[in-house]
């Protein structure tokens, strides 16, 4: 049986699927991970072992090229124990600086004028979200850049996310703009350091450049507020594809009071998005789930789609229906498209950013009669993934 990397090399988001079938079908069972043995978790019980820092780790697991390229070199993600605790309190005290009333009103405004304007009576859907959601974090966290510089950042942006897939021209241009990224941004610390830029007080670089990380690392945790930002693009299109496809949501998306209806049906989008098909861990110490042992030093693979899509959670997982989220908050560890556990761990602090995000976008999208016209097919081997031309909308005739 092969190795699970060689899996997600080939199939992406159907490798665990795969693997989890050719190796009995266990929703928890035991398999190889980088030549090592791995222990796949692939239920709620599951996520709550693999988010209990006392039994497993996170530094050095991701191998460093792809944790260079998406996080950047001594980022938050890699640590662990009083390090993580420590800097997640810094990046989490950068991401709520954010406004996100106003984040998510700038959103909606920008994303409804790009929808108004459709040049050429059509408009890429990812890459206007893209550049969209670029702007208004850039403009929200006190950087504030001509229209065609923030649309340059915002891609570059969108192009490390794409590189951490396994498209060898896509990693290479990520690796780039990753270099480029860097550079800017430790340089933007350094300049609201020196008082060369007026920052915005209390916002999301004034709380980096106060910090006492250096300008280098500070950069880095600046990205990693702004880089998951622009990454709801992925998650933005999707929901307008999941939009056309059920038209008998339009009008209560398009309702300005209709923001809990809107939420349920971003949750849906979440749910069941190919987004990030897994997390990976190591065991510190010696545990055992599902009648499966854990022994120190195995890897620990959470199975995201797999939880995001248990029946025992969601009747009829593979079915569209964001009424599941209507009065219902899903728990920290039964819905983790971005992650799970306690947000003092190693959970997303942006979830919240996301939400809104696809909530500012479902609204702009269903006041206008629009339509998907290119192929609403996905492939799902390409991490991460999109629907074909990264789906383009035009008035519906």
Same mark, same amino acid.
């Given at each position: 049986?092969?190795?699970l990397t060689?899996?997600?090399l080939r199939h992406g988001?159907?490798?665990?699927?795969?693997?989890? /079938?050719s190796?009995g079908?266990?929703?928890t069972?035991?398999?190889? @991970?980088?030549?090592?043995?791995?222990?796949?978790?692939g239920?709620?019980?599951?996520? +709550?072992l693999?988010y209990?820092?006392g039994?497993?780790?996170r530094?050095?697991?991701v191998?460093?090229?792809?944790?260079w390229?998406?996080?950047? $070199?001594g980022?938050v993600?890699?640590l662990?124990?009083?390090?993580?605790a420590?800097?997640?309190?810094l990046?989490?005290a950068a991401v709520? /600086? @954010?406004?996100?009333?106003?984040?998510?009103?700038?959103v909606?405004?920008?994303?409804?004028?790009?929808? !108004?304007g459709?040049?050429?009576g059509r408009i890429?859907?990812?890459d206007?979200?893209?550049?969209?959601?670029?702007a208004a974090v850039?403009? !929200?966290?006190?950087i504030?850049l001509?229209?065609?510089?923030?649309r340059?950042? !915002?891609r570059r942006?969108?192009a490390?996310v794409d590189g951490?897939g396994?498209?060898p021209a896509?990693?290479a241009r990520? +690796?780039?703009?990753?270099? $480029?990224?860097d550079?800017?941004?430790?340089?933007?610390? +350094?300049d609201?350091?020196?008082?060369?830029?007026?920052?915005?007080?209390?916002g999301?670089?004034?709380v980096?450049a106060?910090?006492?990380l250096?300008h280098?690392?500070?950069g880095?945790?600046?990205?990693?507020?702004?880089?998951p930002?622009?990454a709801?693009a992925?998650?933005?299109?999707f929901a307008?594809?999941?939009?056309d496809?059920?038209p008998?949501?339009?009008?209560?998306?398009?309702?300005p009071?209709g923001e809990e209806?809107?939420?349920?049906?971003?949750?849906?989008?979440?749910?069941?998005?190919p987004?990030?098909?897994?997390?990976?861990g190591?065991?510190r110490?010696?545990?055992s789930?599902?009648?499966?042992?854990v022994?120190p030093?195995?890897?620990?693979?959470l199975?995201?789609l797999?939880?995001d899509?248990?029946?025992?959670?969601?009747?009829?997982?593979?079915?569209?229906r964001?009424a599941?989220f209507l009065?219902?908050?899903p728990s920290?560890?039964?819905?983790v498209p971005?992650?799970g556990?306690?947000?003092?761990?190693?959970r +997303?602090?942006?979830e919240?950013v996301?939400?809104?995000?696809?909530s !500012?976008t479902?609204?702009?999208a269903s006041?206008?009669?629009?339509?998907?016209?290119? /192929?609403r097919?996905?492939a799902?081997?390409?991490?991460?993934?999109l629907?074909?031309?990264?789906?383009?909308?035009a008035?519906?005739?």
């Amino acid at each position: 049986m092969s190795d699970l990397t060689l899996q997600l090399l080939r199939h992406g988001y159907d490798a665990v699927d795969r693997d989890r /079938s050719s190796r009995g079908g266990g929703t928890t069972y035991e398999s190889r @991970l980088l030549g090592r043995r791995a222990v796949v978790l692939g239920d709620a019980a599951g996520a +709550c072992l693999f988010y209990d820092e006392g039994a497993v780790e996170r530094a050095g697991v991701v191998p460093p090229p792809l944790a260079w390229l998406l996080f950047g $070199r001594g980022a938050v993600h890699g640590l662990d124990d009083e390090d993580h605790a420590r800097r997640k309190e810094l990046l989490v005290a950068a991401v709520r /600086s @954010l406004d996100l009333d106003e984040l998510a009103e700038d959103v909606r405004l920008r994303v409804t004028a790009r929808l !108004s304007g459709l040049p050429g009576g059509r408009i890429e859907v990812f890459d206007t979200l893209a550049t969209a959601y670029g702007a208004a974090v850039l403009h !929200s966290a006190g950087i504030d850049l001509p229209a065609d510089e923030s649309r340059r950042w !915002s891609r570059r942006m969108a192009a490390v996310v794409d590189g951490f897939g396994f498209s060898p021209a896509a990693y290479a241009r990520g +690796c780039r703009e990753r270099a $480029r990224l860097d550079r800017w941004a430790a340089a933007l610390v +350094c300049d609201a350091r020196a008082g060369r830029t007026r920052t915005p007080r209390g916002g999301v670089l004034d709380v980096l450049a106060g910090s006492d990380l250096d300008h280098r690392t500070a950069g880095i945790e600046l990205l990693n507020v702004l880089r998951p930002t622009v990454a709801v693009a992925w998650l933005g299109a999707f929901a307008l594809l999941a939009l056309d496809a059920a038209p008998e949501w339009r009008e209560r998306l398009a309702d300005p009071a209709g923001e809990e209806e809107r939420l349920a049906f971003a949750q849906e989008v979440r749910r069941t998005t190919p987004f990030v098909p897994l997390l990976a861990g190591r065991a510190r110490r010696a545990a055992s789930h599902d009648g499966v042992p854990v022994e120190p030093g195995d890897r620990v693979v959470l199975d995201v789609l797999g939880i995001d899509r248990d029946p025992m959670v969601y009747p009829h997982p593979h079915l569209f229906r964001p009424a599941r989220f209507l009065g219902r908050t899903p728990s920290a560890y039964d819905l983790v498209p971005q992650g799970g556990g306690p947000l003092r761990g190693h959970r +997303c602090p942006g979830e919240d950013v996301a939400l809104r995000l696809m909530s !500012s976008t479902l609204r702009a999208a269903s006041q206008r009669p629009l339509e998907v016209v290119s /192929s609403r097919a996905v492939a799902a081997s390409r991490v991460p993934t999109l629907p074909a031309g990264g789906l383009v909308l035009a008035r519906q005739r």
